[in-house]
C-alpha cells in the first residue's frame, strides 16, 4: 500500500479481502491471496511511478506482473506472505467496469491446455524489467484496433488476448462486472492492526450486492465466476 500512495495511486479493499475483514474482523481462512481495487487511469498516468516504487520496496522480495486488468504482486517467500491482486477498473458510462477470468474449475479441458501453456511462455514476458512497457504497448494495441480493417482487427485481438494478464485471460472465458462507480470514489478509512485502508464507504451495501443479502453467513464455497452479483455478462 505504501508504494501505491508514493506513486499517488488510491487503492481500496476488494472481493475476499474486504469481506472477510468487514464481516470477521480478519482475512477468510480459505482465501490465498489479497485483494484490492483501483482505478485503471491512475495506473496509466502513474505507472512508471508505481514501478519504481514496487522495485525500491520489493526488489529480491516479490515479483510483479502487469496485466490489463490486473497487477500481481508475488512474494519469493509464499509461506510468509501473501500474493497481492490488484483489479482493475475502467470507467463506462458511470459504471466502475472490471473483467476477470475463470478458474482451472471453471474450463473445459483445452482451455486448461491453453493456459499451461501461456502462463509457460507469456508469463515470463510480463515479469521482466521492461513489464511496464509491455502493458502499455498492450493497452496502445487496444486503442488502436477498433480503426483497422476486420481481418487485421481479428488478428490484433487475438495477439492482444495472448499478452493480457500474463496469458490468463486468452482461455479463461473473460467475465464482466459492473457496479455503480461512486461506490469507489467515495471510500472510508478501515483501520487493520496498524495499517490505515481504504474500503467502499457504503461497504454493507456493496458486499449486500456482489454477496448477496446474507454476505455476513460464512460461505466456503462459493463460485465466484458465477455467483458475484455484479456480473453482467459471461
Do not use: C
Request: proline share 6%; charged share 25%.
Amino acid at each position: 500500500m505504501m508504494a501505491l500512495e508514493e506513486a499517488g495511486i488510491t487503492a481500496w479493499l476488494d472481493q475476499g479481502t474486504l469481506l472477510g475483514l468487514i464481516r470477521e474482523g480478519r482475512l477468510l481462512p480459505w482465501d490465498h491471496d489479497v485483494d484490492l481495487g483501483a482505478w485503471d487511469e491512475t495506473i496509466t498516468e502513474n505507472g512508471p511511478q508505481l514501478a519504481a516504487a514496487l522495485e525500491r520496496r520489493l526488489s529480491g522480495k516479490a515479483k510483479v506482473a502487469w496485466g490489463l486488468r490486473t497487477i500481481g504482486i508475488n512474494p519469493m517467500d509464499e509461506e510468509a506472505y501473501l500474493p497481492v491482486n490488484i483489479g482493475l477498473y475502467s470507467r463506462e458510462a458511470g459504471q466502475a467496469v472490471k473483467w476477470f477470468g475463470r478458474p482451472p474449475e471453471g474450463m473445459t479441458v483445452s482451455r486448461r491446455i491453453m493456459k499451461d501453456l501461456a502462463a509457460k511462455f507469456i508469463k515470463p514476458l510480463f515479469t521482466a524489467p521492461t513489464n511496464w512497457l509491455l502493458h502499455l504497448a498492450a493497452k496502445e494495441l487496444a486503442r488502436e484496433k477498433a480503426r483497422l480493417p476486420p481481418l487485421l482487427a481479428k488478428t490484433m485481438t487475438n495477439l492482444l488476448l495472448d499478452l493480457k494478464d500474463r496469458g490468463r485471460d486468452t482461455v479463461a472465458a473473460p467475465i464482466k462486472t459492473s457496479v455503480d462507480a461512486d461506490y469507489f470514489d467515495r471510500l472510508r478509512p478501515v483501520q487493520v492492526a496498524d495499517l490505515r485502508l481504504a474500503a467502499p464507504a457504503d461497504t454493507e451495501q456493496y458486499l449486500a450486492l456482489k454477496y448477496g443479502p446474507s454476505w455476513r453467513t460464512p460461505k466456503k464455497e462459493w463460485r465466484y465466476w458465477e455467483q458475484d452479483g455484479a456480473i453482467v455478462s459471461k
